[in-house]
């Protein structure tokens, strides 16, 4: 329920979405946030004249749920709003996400569907379940761009640069339709190429960001580009040298390091590659304290796209499982980050990045207070730490026969008459899960 107000109305604890002028010409960093304290108020009140508030994502006296008709299914007969799913329909939910999720698997290429500029509901689909259907093969295409890069490489051939840059671009709208639906097609689509997988998972999760921090569209893009080209470079080095679970001598080090370098070359031999996304990829090793690579540049001389693509870097590399390291929760992660903090990264963007993934993004495992276990399949915008949750195993940790989805932001109860909550994340495959028999691809 949204609406536009004077900036003298505001109050602490309103949601602001939109505002009477670029975010970027605004201290804030974000679009769309919660007023929580009161210099974010006096800058609002200072930079804006009139913005718009979404009611029902406010708080307290300021919140407002969305009307329910009197012939909305969810009233129920005492006139009273149900306040979230019964087990019948969490289990209809559960089973219809799964059907769309599984639908992946095994396929090596699925159907383009026509490039229609929004997504319709289908058959009860959520916009989740339609933008997975609809972006899918774009991210297909991608995965095959990156391997038709690495034979031309391979065979000192050119970089289909045009190609690429079309594919991250449709990648990009799909990120400003649905983000949540982008990440979980960095989870769907794994292969067992550590290469391929993080070059996605990097140039998705910088797009989210991107857009999170109030960059336009073409920003976005060029983020999106430069996450998924930023580590050709390694194609040029030695396999076993990368995957070397031991520590490397400075010379072998110096020899990983020179992947920025060798990917800058590979790039600036297309005379029209944009200069912008370049200046990305050249800086994404260098960090705050100065003692990144190839420049050793420090604070405010490393372009923002650039840090940011660090920060986005750091984290993918630690959720995923590589040779020399098992794969964190995101959770451990986000901490991790947390303690570089003004020496790899400013603090303002480690800040900026925790809020805009969360503590437990989409795809992560968790365990619930009952003693079950779920993976997150959609974000609460407001409430980060009420996502919904489809369950997967049972309180023993046996595998639920028929899953059913909860969304704390409802408050259910566990068995046991108590409100769910989260216990705690859990790292990839805890207690055995083999996520392609779930919800993986």
Request: aromatic residues 12%; hydrophobic residues 25%; charged residues 30%.
């Given at each position: 329920m949204k609406q536009t107000i004077s900036t003298r109305e505001l109050k602490l604890g309103m949601y602001v979405v939109?505002?009477?002028?670029?975010w970027t010409e605004t201290p804030f960093m974000m679009q769309g946030f919660l007023l929580q304290n009161p210099e974010q108020l006096r800058a609002m009140q200072q930079y804006c004249r009139t913005v718009v508030i979404d009611r029902a994502r406010s708080l307290g006296e300021h919140y407002s749920a969305k009307v329910v008709e009197e012939d909305d299914p969810r009233r129920l007969p005492d006139g009273t709003v149900r306040q979230h799913p019964d087990i019948t329909e969490s289990r209809v939910e559960a089973q219809r996400f799964l059907k769309v999720a599984?639908?992946?698997k095994g396929k090596i290429h699925t159907k383009r569907l026509p490039n229609v500029p929004r997504i319709r509901r289908e058959d009860g689909r959520s916009r989740i379940e339609s933008e997975l259907l609809y972006s899918a093969p774009i991210v297909d295409d991608v995965y095959r761009a990156l391997r038709e890069t690495r034979i031309a490489i391979d065979n000192k051939g050119a970089i289909d640069v045009d190609t690429i840059g079309g594919l991250v671009g449709e990648m990009a709208a799909g990120v400003q339709r649905n983000p949540d639906a982008l990440l979980w097609l960095t989870r769907l689509k794994r292969t067992d190429q550590y290469t391929y997988d993080h070059a996605v998972n990097v140039s998705v999760h910088l797009m989210v960001f991107a857009r999170f921090v109030g960059l336009g569209g073409e920003q976005v893009r060029q983020m999106g580009l430069a996450g998924l080209l930023q580590d050709i470079g390694k194609i040029q080095i030695d396999y076993e040298l990368l995957g070397r679970p031991g520590p490397l001598t400075d010379e072998e080090f110096e020899h990983v390091k020179a992947h920025v370098t060798n990917t800058l070359k590979l790039l600036r031999a297309h005379d029209s590659f944009d200069p912008e996304v370049l200046s990305v990829i050249a800086s994404h090793h260098e960090r705050y304290d100065g003692s990144g690579y190839p420049?050793?540049?420090?604070g405010?001389?490393?372009p923002l796209a650039g840090e940011m693509s660090g920060i986005v870097d750091t984290y993918c590399a630690m959720t995923r499982q590589r040779v020399y390291r098992d794969a964190i929760s995101s959770q451990r992660a986000m901490e991790a980050l947390?303690?570089?903090?003004?020496?790899?990264?400013?603090?303002?963007l480690v800040?900026?990045?925790l809020q805009c993934i969360g503590l437990y993004p989409i795809g992560t495992l968790l365990e619930l207070n009952s003693g079950e276990v779920g993976v997150v399949i959609q974000q609460n915008q407001v409430r980060r730490l009420q996502p919904r949750v489809l369950v997967l195993l049972g309180p023993d940790k046996t595998v639920e026969r028929f899953p059913r989805t909860i969304d704390l932001l409802m408050q259910p109860l566990t068995a046991a008459g108590e409100?769910?909550?989260i216990a705690q994340a859990l790292p990839p495959n805890a207690y055995g899960i083999d996520p392609t028999d779930f919800y993986l691809a």
């Open positions: 939109e505002i009477d002028r670029p599984r639908s992946f420049r050793g540049l420090g405010m001389s490393i947390n303690q570089q903090r003004n020496t790899h990264f400013r603090d303002t800040d900026q990045f409100v769910y909550r």
